[in-house]
């Protein structure tokens, strides 16, 4: 059973910066995809990055776009959210995701319902 640890979260001021890493716990880091999602208060979790089993291939939605950067450290079993800027409505709890994508090296994944295996969440509160 594949087990994913987030921290880095924390409470920040408007323009601050903050790095989230989760860590895959299983070997064969390299065959799964991951993604970064949040979820805030009343609304739907939504992907706010993703990246191919590969590295090569990545996702942001418009509203973190130029701001947030995932990356993944396949001899570290780690993948970060790198997040810039932040902003109030960047507000919400940040969830870990992982796919396993043997023969989709360069697919990247934008639907919960796509991933296998998720982490515990972890808090980012972004004040004014």
């Known amino acids: 059973q594949v087990q994913l640890v987030e921290s880095g979260g924390g409470l920040v001021q408007a323009g601050d910066s903050l790095r989230l890493s989760c860590i895959h716990s299983r070997g064969a880091f390299s065959f799964y995809a991951m993604g970064w999602f949040r979820q805030a208060p009343g609304k739907e979790r939504e992907c706010v990055a993703s990246?191919?089993?590969?590295?090569?291939?990545?996702y942001y939605p418009n509203s973190v776009k130029g701001r947030f950067t995932i990356s993944k450290d396949n001899a570290k079993s780690t993948v970060y959210l790198q997040m810039n800027s932040l902003k109030p409505e960047d507000t919400a709890v940040y969830y870990c995701a992982a796919r396993l994508a043997t023969y989709s090296p360069v697919t990247y994944y934008l639907q919960p319902d796509e991933y296998n295996y998720w982490g515990q969440g972890t808090q980012v509160t972004v004040s004014s």
């Open positions: 990246v191919s089993r590969n590295g090569g291939s990545t």
